[in-house]
């Protein structure tokens, strides 16, 4: 199993993001999906996670109403698009496949190698 994330980089506050992660090894549409982000010194927190088929989706509050999640899983592909940035969303974003959807990190069973988004104020 291979997650690797793409679409990060160095953005201005205000500015937008499309994360994307590409799945390989496993059949996606079985697995609800998600995305984390670690800053440095913090610990890795939930963003964001799609069910199995794409008809549910959760979102972390400090992202609510600037993030959209989605799937595709015919592509094996989910995205992550993130507008309005801020300098606190600043960090290394990991996408990652469970069983269930859950806002818990140990409850993935497979994680990508992540991908950084800095925003500068």
């Known amino acids: 199993v291979q997650l690797v994330e793409s679409g990060g980089g160095l953005v201005q506050a205000g500015g937008s993001l499309r994360l994307s992660c590409a799945a390989s090894?496993?059949?996606?549409?079985?697995?609800?999906m998600g995305w984390f982000r670690q800053a440095p010194g913090k610990e890795r927190e939930f963003v964001s996670a799609?069910?199995?088929?794409?008809?549910?989706?959760y979102y972390a509050d400090s992202v609510k109403g600037r993030s959209t999640i989605s799937r595709d899983n015919a592509k094996k592909m989910m995205y992550l698009q993130m507008n309005s940035l801020k300098p606190e969303d600043t960090a290394v974003y990991y996408c990652?496949?469970?069983?269930?959807?859950?806002?818990?990190?140990?409850?993935?069973?497979?994680w990508g190698q992540g991908t950084q988004v800095t925003v500068s104020s």
């Open positions: 990652a496949v469970g069983g269930v959807v859950a806002y818990n990190s140990p409850a993935y069973n497979y």
């Open positions: 090894g496993l059949i996606i549409s079985t697995y609800a």
């Open positions: 799609i069910s199995s088929s794409g008809g549910s989706t």
